[in-house]
């Protein structure tokens, strides 16, 4: 069997079952994409404009700090199950998975923890640069350029890595339906202090429930959890 066939299949498998499991959203119509779409390239561009000087900045801060490479960028699972390259700035030191693995089997309850939300609250691998950049989320920034791109939207579920994709269980049909979003539901109802099962209910109530009313929503409550850097870490 040619490399990846089995894993094409399956997403087409999983995209058939979600559309005899799921009722169609209003965001599976043609003209509620083409708006969304639209409504990303101008959010992402202006933003973009007005957060260069900044971004340039958080560059040169992580090259003083820790050199290069000032980006990190990681496979995640985008519309239909496309693979697409995620943009971060990298708030993290460069041999962050031995310090990853070393922490774990030395802190069985943080082990624990890891298992469960994905995330830990004191991560050893983050740099004090980065530190900053993750409370203020700051470090997303370069995800602007995925919007643009098309892999991503402004608001949307959370980008997984394919190997997240099986944790979703059923749901994971109905999140291939969209481009996941730089922001959503989960960054706005207590991000990492949610579990990952609530993640996952936030992602699919998304969907199911969009609307430009929702989206606008999701943004004007982005800005306050920014601010007050609620649940990031």
Known sequence: MPPGLLETDERSALVRRVHVLEPPSKLSRRG???????????????????????MVLIALAIVVESGRPVFFTQKRVGKGGKR??????????????????????????????WRLR??????????????LLRRTS????????????????????????????????????????????????????????TTYARRVELDGYYIRRWSPALDFIVLLKTVRVVLLGKGAY
């Open 32 to 54: 509620a994409q083409r708006m969304k779409r639209i409504v990303d390239i101008a959010l992402a561009l202006m933003l973009g404009v007005l957060a260069l000087p900044l």
């Open 118 to 131: 994905r995330k830990l609250r004191f991560d050893p691998r983050v740099t004090r640069v980065g530190r």
């Open 138 to 193: 700051l470090d997303e920034l370069p995800q602007l350029w995925n919007v643009l791109r098309g892999d991503m939207s402004m608001v949307g579920p959370r980008p997984v890595v394919p190997d997240e994709l099986p944790r979703y269980g059923r749901a994971a049909a109905l999140y291939l339906r969209v481009n996941p979003g730089l922001t959503g539901l989960w960054q706005v109802s207590g991000r990492n202090d």
């Open 84 to 113: 697409f390259r995620l943009w971060k700035f990298r708030s993290m030191v460069q041999t962050g998975h031995d310090v990853l693995a070393q922490h774990l089997m030395s802190h069985p309850r943080i082990a624990q923890e």
